[in-house]
């Protein structure tokens, strides 16, 4: 995406990554976000910054997926959309007027990410951004974390209001930045660790990260799960599990995984933030309860509210990822606890987001078997 904006990248080996711009200056008039939600929202604004009309496009079910508040935010800007209705693909004409705007922030905060990458670097003179009933708080941590790695603090008053003053920031020169381990990925692994494995270690792991998905920690902690902590690294040693309560609304991508430990914890788990999980990759509430219903688990939806009653041992056969990575390796790490072999049709959806993930898992001593 951000080699067809103009950027220049060059892989420097050792996963460091260069990255050389003047700014955004297309030179794809259709740049192709793939099936990345995060990416379509986030570039929105950041493609409203240029002169040049450019349509964004994506692939797979992200072209079916909302895109929740995108046109009001352009046109608060200026920016015309012509023919936009709600999903990709979108054209955009900016270049966007950096002015005060209001946003709902009740379906996540990828648009309000690149909202403040955006006006931040486009600004003149002080100006906000509203946003109401933010979801997904961490991410904007993050956002805010980077800006200010590049000179841009931005002040951030309760997650409601967010002040962008150029008069305020420091324009860098070459920055250098350590990109943290994906406690997403790893959620997976210390989940499989906590409910079948003997001991594990996952290292590269930041203990204050602002991630979202860092609340795994709390959610295996109150499951019962024996922890231990290291420069880096957390270990999980084989502990009895017993039902929890937790609330993943600030981090719906723990979903999957929280409710395969919660079918493996001996009573009844409480998980809440369903309202959250219908818009993404697949409706990931309807996923989660066919994989519950595919591995022999009680389980009712109660509007936002996921109750699951753990078993004893879990089902096995074949079951569909429906076009989800996060399926995709929750139905692997449920099949650790499965009376027999697990089939997932549509493994292959791990590749969004961790194409090693079934290599790492055999690492583990786990067979994965690919079926061509």
């Known amino acids: ?79 015309d959309c012509p023919g936009f209705e709600g999903r990709l693909p979108i054209t955009i004409q900016g270049p966007l007027t950096p002015v005060s705007l209001n946003i709902d922030g009740s379906n996540g905060s990828q648009l309000l990410t690149g909202l403040l990458f955006a006006l931040a670097a486009t600004a003149t003179q002080p100006l906000t951004i509203t946003v109401s009933d933010l979801k997904s708080k961490p991410y904007i941590d993050m956002t805010l974390a980077v800006l200010q790695e590049f000179g841009m603090p931005v002040q951030n008053e309760h997650y409601e209001t967010f002040t962008i003053d150029p008069a305020r920031f420091l324009r860098q020169g070459d920055v250098q930045l350590h990109i943290e381990g994906d406690w997403s990925g790893a959620a997976n692994f210390l989940v499989a660790a906590a409910i079948a494995g003997n001991n594990l270690e996952v290292q590269h792991l930041a ?69 959250r999980l219908h818009d993404k990759e697949s409706d990931r509430a309807a996923s989660i ?29 074949a079951i ?28 292959e959806a791990v590749n969004k987001s961790y194409p090693a993930f079934f290599n790492d898992l055999s690492l583990c001593g786990v067979r994965c078997q690919l079926n061509s």
């Open 320 to 347: 569909d990822a429906h076009g989800d990575h996060r399926i995709a390796m929750a139905a692997a790490i449920g099949a650790l606890k499965a009376a027999e072999p697990v089939t997932i049709t549509g493994a």
């Open 289 to 317: 309860a066919d994989l519950l219903k595919f591995f022999d688990v009680p389980f009712v939806i109660r509007g936002d509210l996921m109750n699951i009653t753990g078993v004893r041992r879990l089902s096995g056969g």
């Open 207 to 275: 203990l204050d990260s602002r991630q979202a998905d860092r609340a795994i920690i709390e959610a295996l902690q109150s499951a019962g799960a024996y922890l231990s902590f290291m420069d880096g690294c957390v270990g999980v040693r084989p502990s009895r599990l017993y039902g929890f309560d937790f609330d993943a609304t600030d981090c719906p991508d723990l979903f999957p995984a929280l409710a395969v430990l919660a079918a493996c914890a001996d009573g009844e788990s409480n998980i809440w933030g369903v309202e």
């Open 1 to 79: 995406m951000i080699r067809s904006l103009g950027a220049e990248v060059r892989e420097q080996g050792s996963g460091e990554v260069e990255v050389i711009s003047q700014g955004v200056r297309p030179i794809s008039t259709d740049p192709d976000c793939g099936e990345s939600g995060l990416a379509a929202r986030l570039f929105i604004p950041i493609i409203a910054t240029c002169a040049s009309p450019v349509t964004l496009t994506g692939s797979g079910s992200l072209m079916r997926r909302p895109m929740h508040g995108v046109r009001e935010a352009l046109q608060a800007l200026g920016v």
